[in-house]
T-cell receptor, first 114, second 114 residues
Framework: NAGVTQTPKFQVLKTGQSMTLQCAQD?????MSWYRQDPGMGLRLIHY???????DQGEVPNGYNVSRSTTEDFPLRLLSAAPSQTSVYFC?????????????FGPGTRLTVL | AQSVTQLDSHVSVSEGTPVLLRCNYS??????LFWYVQHPNKGLQLLLK??????LVKGINGFEAEFKKSETSFHLTKPSAHMSDAAEYFC????????????FGTGTRLTVIP
């Protein structure tokens, strides 16, 4: 099993550009989510999905879109990048939406917006 | 409302000495509690979790944590630090009902001095 994979590992964007961060998991997990990690702030939830075709907003959803057309993939789209979106982005998955389940994290994407 | 407070942003110990990373939480319901570790430029990995079973929880790499409801604490300990333990540690609380209700602490950076 590859677990949770993310691409790219690093990305530099100019303000106003758009891009998609890719996330895939091969564990047949129902639940997938995106977090951003900023210094001194822990991880904050951006969007999550409890299954294919179902997504919802987390704590900091503004400026991001998601879709879940398959169980395996959960891409995160930045519509018009802003310097405030400079961060490290982590995708995670778990067996179900239950809060008792372990989250499996990808290696992260480090994004810089100039 | 849920929240997590990691009482130390940085802890420094000598190799072979005990490790104590402190975490206090608040939760309106019976919480699940987790400790995750993040090594430099890596994703987060589960160390251990508490989900209303035994209050003393043993995890990987010799770490353990004790759930103390009266003190609303879930401190992480290890009897003897190893150089490979140097990393960032996150305490996480969730309600059992949904993983979207995960709350991350701001992290404690552990430095191990040779």
């Amino acid at each position: 099993n590859a677990g949770v994979t993310q691409t790219p590992k690093f990305q530099v964007l100019k303000t106003g550009q758009s891009m998609t961060l890719q996330c895939a998991q091969d564990m047949n997990h129902e639940y997938m989510s995106w977090y951003r990690q900023d210094p001194g702030m822990g991880l904050r939830l951006i969007h999550y999905s409890v299954g294919a075709g179902i997504t919802d907003q987390g704590e900091v959803p503004n400026g991001y879109n998601v879709s879940r057309s398959t169980t395996e993939d959960f891409p995160l789209r930045l519509l018009s990048a802003a310097p405030s979106q400079t961060s490290v982005y982590f995708c995670a998955s778990s067996y179900s939406a239950s809060g008792r389940n372990e989250q499996f994290f990808g290696p992260g994407t480090r994004l810089t917006v100039l | 409302a849920q929240s997590v407070t990691q009482l130390d942003s940085h802890v420094s110990v000598s190799e072979g000495t005990p490790v104590l990373l402190r975490c206090n939480y608040s939760s309106s319901y019976s919480p699940s509690l987790f400790w995750y570790v993040q090594h430099p430029n890596k994703g987060l990995q589960l160390l251990l979790k508490y989900t209303s079973a035994a209050t003393l929880v043993k995890g990987i790499n010799g770490f353990e944590a004790e759930f103390k409801k009266s003190e609303t604490s879930f401190h992480l300990t290890k009897p003897s630090a190893h150089m490979s333990d140097a990393a960032e540690y996150f305490c996480v609380v969730s309600e059992w009902a949904g993983a979207n209700n995960l709350f991350f602490g701001t992290g404690t950076r552990l430095t191990v001095i040779p």
